[in-house]
């Protein structure tokens, strides 16, 4: 009688788990998430609610014009002060290209990116299943992990990243630093001190703004991950002085129809830069912190920074086949 009752108990117990586990692989089938995915987690009935409520957040929602926020088929990388800015509104002309207006810093920031790609979608634009989503954070650029993060989350994605003269660039860089500083009262920097290595009398490569000017040594970062063809070059310079060639050959790297022309572009001569003519806002300028006007540097000063930069740049268009401009 005794062992009976065992038995009965024992089959109790096995048919009940054997239920408990078919209604979860149950669960886990319907919500399309597969038990590799699972081996992966240890499999708590938390990982298990864990997963099935980012599954959840991924149903679409779409606005009322039946648009949609999707992850960025394509990312402005950098680098700071050569233009990121400027590219990404101009491209915002183009009807089927939707940037968000805000740098995310989602690849830079180990806050935002543990929060998930649901956290970073959710900054993006509403868009239509033929527009490109488009997001821009120059901190990207020279972030370690920015790279290998990028490419788990779409491997053939297009990456775009602005270079200008390394030296310009160290002097916007410093500008705006120093512009910053003035605003908050507090005491700035001379250009040289900051740039010349008092000891040695050569560039101050501790100087972060020199650092990230040495381009070749975080496109190599980059080029571990993706292939040349999957990353397009624009000259900063170039995007200053003639923007339209510039914006053009973007058009072509996504594999858009060139519909950004001379009519919403002008130069608009009291700011001395381009400006840009909007269907909705007639016309649009870059804030006023863009386009300040550099301090001036001491020639020698700038000699010595073209001489230091000049084997990075070498290294660079080879690395990228592709030449710039920069020499003084
Ligand atoms: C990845 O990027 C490519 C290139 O922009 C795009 O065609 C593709 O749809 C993207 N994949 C996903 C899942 O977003
Ligand atoms: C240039 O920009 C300023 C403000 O940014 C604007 O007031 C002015 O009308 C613009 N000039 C032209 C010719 O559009
Ligand atoms: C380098 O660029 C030139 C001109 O743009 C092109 O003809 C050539 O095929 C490129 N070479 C490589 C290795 O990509």
């Known amino acids: 009688m005794k062992t009976k009752g065992k038995q009965v108990l024992s089959i109790a117990v096995i048919l009940f788990v054997t ?3 078919t209604y979860y692989s149950n669960l886990i089938v319907w919500n399309g ?9 240890s499999l708590t009935v938390g990982s298990v609610r864990k997963l ?18 999707r992850l960025p088929q394509c990312v402005i990388i950098g680098a700071r002060k050569c233009g990121t800015r400027a590219l990404l509104e101009f491209l915002g002309l183009h009807p089927l290209i939707q940037p968000a207006d805000q740098e995310v810093h989602f690849f830079d920031d180990d806050r935002n990116y543990n929060r998930g790609y649901e956290w970073y ?6 868009s239509y299943p033929k527009q490109i989503t488009l997001e821009k954070s120059p901190r990207y650029f020279i972030t370690e992990k920015a790279p290998e993060r990028i490419h788990q989350m779409n491997s053939s994605i297009k990456l775009i990243v602005l270079l200008r003269n390394p030296t310009t660039r160290v002097i916007s860089d410093y500008t705006q630093v120093y512009y910053n500083k003035i605003a908050k009262g507090k005491d700035v920097d001379k250009f040289e001190d900051l740039v010349i290595d008092k000891k040695t009398n050569q560039i101050n490569t501790g100087y972060r703004a020199v650092q990230i000017s040495i381009y070749y040594n975080h496109l190599l970062r980059w080029f571990k991950f993706f292939k040349r063809e999957q990353v397009h070059v624009v000259d900063g310079d170039k995007l200053i002085t003639n923007p ?5 050959k ?26 840009m003519r909007t269907p909705k806002t007639n016309q649009k300028c ?11 540097i001491e020639s020698s000063i700038l000699q010595k920074l073209n001489e230091f930069f000049r084997p990075y740049n070498k290294k660079l268009f080879s690395l990228i086949n592709q030449t710039f401009d920069w020499d003084d």
Do not use: W
């Open 121 to 126: 979608k959710e900054h993006m634009p509403y």
């Open 19 to 21: 239920v408990c586990l």
């Open 33 to 41: 998430i597969s038990m590799n995915d699972l081996d992966k987690e």
């Open 250 to 275: 973007v058009e072509q790297f996504l594999g858009l129809q060139s519909r950004v022309t001379e009519n919403n572009i002008y130069f608009n001569t009291t700011r001395g830069f381009y400006c």
């Open 52 to 69: 099935l409520e980012e599954e959840e957040l991924v149903t679409e929602r779409a606005n009322s014009n039946g648009q949609q926020k």
């Open 286 to 296: 870059l804030g006023l912190t863009k386009g300040r006007k550099h301090p001036h």
């Open 244 to 248: 339209l060639s510039e914006i053009n």
